[in-house]
């Protein structure tokens, strides 16, 4: 998707944007967020968590509901059973935002 001089990956599903993908550094939460961004800024955020999923590892807070954070492919003998922030901690300093995943944000009820 053109979006200015850059581009976007979106995903439609039944006709709906299901996802968006930012790849580039250029795209930027309020405070300054996106790719190229350290691991250490993100486990700054309130109730940062890690998971997993298609391959990768991913960060998201209750801060910025709906974008989840892709980190550089973490080198650990085996992965862990949960991503707490302990075991965050320990990936190196040099983890950084690769893409950043834009679903939506659900309102609490």
């Given at each position: 998707v053109a979006f200015g001089a850059d581009t976007v990956e979106a995903e439609v599903v039944?006709?709906?944007?299901w996802r968006i993908?930012?790849?580039r550094a250029r795209f930027r939460t309020a405070d300054s967020l996106g790719v190229g961004v350290p691991i250490?800024?993100?486990l700054s955020l309130p109730g940062?968590?890690?998971?997993?999923?298609?391959?990768?590892?991913?960060l998201a807070s209750p801060v910025h509901c709906g974008l989840s954070f892709r980190i550089?492919?973490?080198?650990l003998d085996s992965p862990p059973a949960e991503w707490t922030t302990a075991v965050l901690e320990r990936l190196p300093a040099t983890s950084v935002v690769t893409a950043v995943l834009i679903f939506g944000c659900q309102a609490a009820s």
């Amino acid at each position: 998707v053109a979006f200015g001089a850059d581009t976007v990956e979106a995903e439609v599903v039944d006709g709906h944007v299901w996802r968006i993908t930012l790849r580039r550094a250029r795209f930027r939460t309020a405070d300054s967020l996106g790719v190229g961004v350290p691991i250490g800024r993100l486990l700054s955020l309130p109730g940062i968590h890690g998971m997993t999923g298609e391959g990768a590892l991913y960060l998201a807070s209750p801060v910025h509901c709906g974008l989840s954070f892709r980190i550089t492919d973490p080198v650990l003998d085996s992965p862990p059973a949960e991503w707490t922030t302990a075991v965050l901690e320990r990936l190196p300093a040099t983890s950084v935002v690769t893409a950043v995943l834009i679903f939506g944000c659900q309102a609490a009820s």
